[in-house]
């Protein structure tokens, strides 16, 4: 009889610590599950981070081209302003010398004037 108890408290003792293993296992899985699954949302926030940086760098490149462009356009502009302002004194110049040939025609036309009408008063004296 004590040997039956024996082995039957030796079983039973087995089988309580086989449960708590088992126990132990299950919970070690579970956390394991856990785990596995906070390592994916962590993966996917990665991922969506990643993303998000692809992105904001795709837009500072966009806007580094955009404001490259614009200081050409603008250098273009600047450029082409200068030649309109030179032209621009260019005709200012041509049209003062056209104003002081007129005036010449003009000064020469009347001098022209005034020895037509001497010779003519000339012409009609005698």
């Given at each position: ?18 449960d708590d293993a088992i126990d132990k296992g299950d ?100």
């Amino acid at each position: 009889v004590y040997n039956f108890c024996k082995q039957w408290y030796q079983r039973r003792v087995a089988i309580t610590a086989g449960d708590d293993a088992i126990d132990k296992g299950d919970e070690l899985e579970k956390e394991l599950n856990e785990m596995k699954e906070e390592l994916l949302k962590a993966e996917f926030e990665k991922k969506e981070l990643e993303r998000r940086l692809k992105l904001t760098e795709d837009e500072l490149d966009a806007q580094n081209t955009l404001r490259s462009e614009l200081k050409k356009k603008t250098i273009s502009l600047q450029v082409e302003d200068e030649r309109i302002k030179e032209d621009m004194k260019g005709q200012v110049q041509a049209i003062l010398e056209m104003e002081q040939l007129v005036s010449l025609i003009d000064q020469r036309y009347e001098e022209l004037e005034v020895d037509y009408n001497e010779t003519m008063e000339d012409l009609n004296a005698l």
